[in-house]
């Protein structure tokens, strides 16, 4: 390999790229933990380094074709002999695993979402002389696979922030249940789990020890937050006790599906100097007829109604929400 980079301690060194959304970023700073607890040397530069890692995303063609390009890129450059093994992770192998394998053999091993935690024993086994296994079906080489089982409890493994010195994502919970027609996210990551309140308490008050001032809560749907785990909705409570913890001055709330707000959690969010009244509300469409369609929970009715009370209850609220149009059996009549 051409500019081969090493680490001082003669460890190999792993170059780490980073697509999709905040909770894949969780997931890549995991595994970049877990890397360089095991000796690795781990960088964001590409060029010289013995492996690279890719997370990647794959819930839109759009995100397929950004790691498509991605990879290929890659690939030349392992062709020109300016980097080692390639290590494609995430949302995209779990997803289409089998066009990865038949388009893309180059690389050495793909890691499914539930496999984030085996990256040391992925990357062990991919430097070895058997980093690539022969198929009898397809008649050549296919990349090693690690697939584990994607409705595992969350993972609680440390992480190397990879945002800034004075903000990180804190993950609050896994997968989703909604099974919104449009969507494929619980089968790419799994029924939704919840992390024990005790577990999310403990990681926020090392971040800010840490110098972290605003924690970014994150989760395909954070009121649905503790319904699995505690029987109920707990996404108040929660709020209350991170509210609690001095050295954190803002909190930031990604994702709170409309229906899952009630009268507590309004309350909290207005009365809280903390929480930053910007919420991302993801309404999807407002007519009753596609909402049903899209196996959406509540009515354009029910939707309007939140917005108001939202706007008449947390004083300078600011609102932002996703849409989503050209649905099946949507005609002009519902796209108003």
Request: net charge negative; glycine share 8%.
């Amino acid at each position: 390999m051409k500019n081969n980079k090493k680490h001082e301690s003669g460890g190999a060194v792993v170059g780490v790229i980073s697509l999709g959304c905040s909770k894949n970023r969780v997931n890549t700073e995991q595994m970049m933990f877990l890397l360089s607890s095991a000796g690795y040397m781990i960088t964001g530069e590409t060029d010289g380094v013995d492996i690279i890692l890719i997370n990647t995303c794959g819930f839109i063609e759009s995100a397929k074709e950004e790691a498509f390009e991605t990879i290929n890129k890659l690939i030349a450059d392992k062709a020109a002999g300016k980097i080692g093994k390639i290590i494609v992770a995430g949302c995209m192998p779990q997803r289409h695993k089998e066009s990865i394998i038949e388009e893309l053999p180059e690389i050495d091993a793909i890691v499914g979402t539930g496999s984030f935690d085996d990256i040391v024993d992925v990357i062990e086994k991919a430097q070895g002389d058997g980093s690539l296994v022969f198929s009898k079906e397809s008649k050549r080489t296919v990349p090693l696979c690690f697939f584990g089982d994607v409705d595992a409890p969350v993972s609680e493994t440390p992480r190397v922030l990879s945002t800034s010195t004075v903000w990180a994502y804190l993950k609050i919970a896994e997968g989703c249940d909604n099974r919104c027609a449009y969507c494929s996210i619980p089968d790419i990551r799994g029924k939704f789990r919840s992390r024990p309140v005790e577990n999310i308490i403990e990681e926020a008050k090392k971040l800010a020890d840490s110098g972290i001032l605003e924690i970014v809560l994150v989760a395909q749907d954070l009121t649905m937050y503790g319904l699995d785990l505690y029987g109920e909705r707990r996404l108040s409570f929660l709020l209350g006790e991170l509210n609690k913890i001095k050295k954190i001055r803002w909190i930031r709330l990604h994702y709170l599906y409309p229906d899952g707000f009630d009268d507590g959690l309004i309350d909290v969010i207005a009365k809280s100097d903390k929480i930053l009244k910007y919420l991302d509300i993801p309404i999807q469409h407002i007519n009753d007829d596609i909402l049903t369609k899209m196996r959406r929970r509540g009515s354009g009715k029910q939707i309007r109604e939140l917005i108001n009370k939202l706007r008449e209850c947390i004083d300078g609220v600011v609102l932002i929400t996703s849409l989503i149009t050209g649905l099946p059996g949507e005609t002009d009549k519902e796209f108003i």
